[in-house]
């Protein structure tokens, strides 16, 4: 599967962005997706996944309350809803796609990422 994120942008403090996640094949509902995101001068880190069906999600505790993430299977496409954003979520985020079961918080799992897209939130 090859994934395509986009939707990032420069926002205030407060403010929300929607990130987006395009996939190719006729297989993504097959695929447990998540959002990473990499800080400059910091590690990739987990941000939330949701399940094939999308009936299950996770959260970082860093997030959880403000950001949601959702897909629609009918559109190839996994999105994250990030509300009351802080400047510490600026970051590249990134979607990635696992044929493991489960929900997945380990970048290690997932076998395919998208390129990232670039969320800057200034104070």
């Known amino acids: 599967v090859q994934l395509q994120a986009y939707g990032g942008g420069l926002v205030q403090a407060g403010g929300s962005l929607r990130l987006s996640c395009a996939a190719s094949g006729r297989t993504f509902s097959s695929y447990v997706m998540g959002w990473f995101r990499q800080a400059p001068g910091k590690e990739r880190e987990f941000v939330a996944a949701i399940s094939w069906g999308g009936s299950n999600t996770y959260y970082a505790d860093s997030v959880k309350g403000r950001f949601t993430i959702s897909r629609d299977n009918s559109k190839n496409t996994v999105y994250l809803q990030m509300n009351s954003l802080k400047p510490e979520d600026t970051a590249v985020y990134f979607c990635?796609?696992?044929?493991?079961?489960?929900?997945?918080?380990?970048?290690?799992?997932?076998?395919?990422w998208g390129q990232g897209t670039l969320v800057t939130v200034s104070s």
């Open positions: 990635a796609a696992t044929t493991y079961r489960g929900i997945i918080i380990v970048a290690t799992a997932y076998g395919y």
